[in-house]
């Protein structure tokens, strides 16, 4: 473990709690809005769902720019990969949703 790993660890675990909290926060506020007012607008369900969807790749985001600082090829072309996926799976649900 090399000393600037304790560092990254508490930027991620920093990155990870808010975003949790935030999406926690966005669903449980639309939720109650959704259960006084049923016909508002779902926009802050949809944003915590978001939030919580791209949390992880916050997390791969912050893990690839620490690995370019540190000039760890291999660990940055390996993240990078995870993200092209991440990225991936989101427009393939985006381009190939259907509603039933």
Same mark, same amino acid.
């Given at each position: 473990?090399? #000393? %600037?790993?304790s !560092? ?10 808010? %975003? &949790? /909290? ?5 669903? *449980?506020? %639309?939720? /109650? /809005? *959704?259960?006084? !007012? @049923? !016909?508002s607008? @779902?926009?802050?369900?949809? &944003? %915590? ?6 949390? #992880? +790749? ?11 600082? +540190?000039?760890?090829?291999?660990f ?25």
């Amino acid at each position: 473990m090399k #000393p %600037g790993d304790s !560092q990254l660890e508490l930027m991620i675990g920093r990155v990870l709690r808010l %975003g &949790v /909290l935030t999406s926690t926060a966005c669903l *449980a506020i %639309g939720l /109650l /809005l *959704a259960l006084v !007012q @049923p !016909q508002s607008s @779902p926009v802050l369900l949809n &944003v %915590g769902i978001l939030l919580l969807i791209a949390t #992880p +790749a916050a997390r791969v985001v912050l893990s690839m720019v620490e690995y370019a600082i +540190a000039k760890d090829r291999t660990f940055l072309i390996l993240t990078s990969i995870v993200l092209f996926e991440l990225i991936a799976g989101a427009v393939a649900a985006l381009v190939f949703h259907r509603k039933i």
